[in-house]
């Protein structure tokens, strides 16, 4: 980056959490990760990664407003299983 933030103005970024804000920040101040943290963040990506089949709905926070509307929709769902509304079916019978 070869812009200069002149004394007194503020930047704001913003976005959902895990998109990088962090790692961009360390970015532009020359921070950076060890190979041996970048290995062992990728490394634990992985992990996660291998979990997922084990799991019956996935929803990726890419677009908060999105994942907000998948969510309620799996819950949706959830209250509209059977087991939960058995006590309905009494009033068919």
Do not use: W
């Not at 103005?9 to 990760?33: C, F, N, Y």
């Amino acid at each position: 980056m070869t812009r200069k933030k002149e004394r007194g103005q503020l930047i704001v970024l913003s976005g959902p959490s895990g998109v990088g804000k962090s790692t961009l920040i360390a970015e532009l101040l020359g921070q950076r990760d060890s190979e041996d943290v970048s290995a062992g963040r990728l490394e634990t990506a992985r992990q996660e990664f291998r979990e997922i089949p084990k799991y019956d709905y996935l929803v990726i926070n890419d677009k908060v407003s999105n994942a907000v509307e998948e969510i309620a929709a799996i819950l949706t769902a959830a209250e509209c299983r059977v087991p939960n509304r058995s006590h309905m079916l009494a009033q068919f019978a």
